[in-house]
């Protein structure tokens, strides 16, 4: 259903914008793994890990882990 896609792209966005704000990689998981495209925590996971690490520069809020 359309609609239930429509709000689970807006939950993913309003949780990947807060996590953006607070710095908590666990929340950035959590927002990608709600994302349509993303089948599994553990694919999430992988995906935050390598963007955090790539652009750590650009994420100051984010813990360097």
């Not at 792209?9 to 994302?35: D, I, Q």
């Not at 694919?43 to 650009?58: M, R």
């Amino acid at each position: 259903e359309v609609s239930g896609m429509v709000r689970q792209v807006a939950a993913h966005a309003e949780l990947t914008a807060e996590a953006a704000v607070t710095g908590n990689r666990a929340l950035a998981v959590e927002a990608l793994a709600l994302h349509p495209l993303i089948r599994s925590v553990g694919t999430a996971e992988s995906l935050v890990d390598a963007y955090l690490h790539a652009h750590a520069d650009l994420l100051p809020q984010f813990p360097v882990t």
